[in-house]
């Protein structure tokens, strides 16, 4: 059975970059796509990038379109979401999904989540 387990969120300040990972056990991370949310305080989880399955960065949000990219490592069964230029309004908790029947950035899509991984960008 697919467990997710995101990690790699810190403290970082305004312009500065972070490498988020996203390590599967189960089944192997080729197999589907792995989306990418995140949720501020108060506020719903918001779809922010999908990484299909065969390596293509898919759907992605305004907000990350020219600023973050998804990739993975089959060898360590494992996807990454490299942000960069980071605001005040990319602080949440973010988490990783998996999306089926197509690369979705919608929550009701999504069959297996796993732990969200605290992004916090300030001064």
């Known amino acids: 059975q697919l467990q997710l387990d995101a990690s790699g969120g810190g403290l970082v300040q305004p312009g500065e970059s972070l490498r988020l990972s996203c390590t599967a056990s189960?089944?192997?991370?080729?197999?589907?796509?792995i989306a990418w949310f995140r949720q501020a305080p108060g506020k719903g989880r918001e779809g922010v990038l999908c990484?299909?399955?065969?390596?293509?960065?898919?759907t992605a949000s305004d907000s990350a379109k020219d600023r973050f990219t998804a990739s993975r490592d089959k060898a360590k069964n494992a996807v990454y979401l490299q942000m960069n230029r980071l605001n005040s309004e990319d602080t949440g908790v973010y988490y990783c999904?998996?999306?089926?029947?197509?690369?979705?950035?919608?929550?009701?899509?999504?069959?297996?989540w796993g732990q969200g991984t605290q992004v916090t960008v300030s001064s």
């Open positions: 999904a998996r999306s089926l029947g197509w690369c979705s950035l919608v929550v009701e899509d999504m069959d297996r």
């Open positions: 990484l299909a399955k065969n390596g293509i960065n898919g």
């Open positions: 189960g089944e192997s991370i080729a197999s589907f796509h």
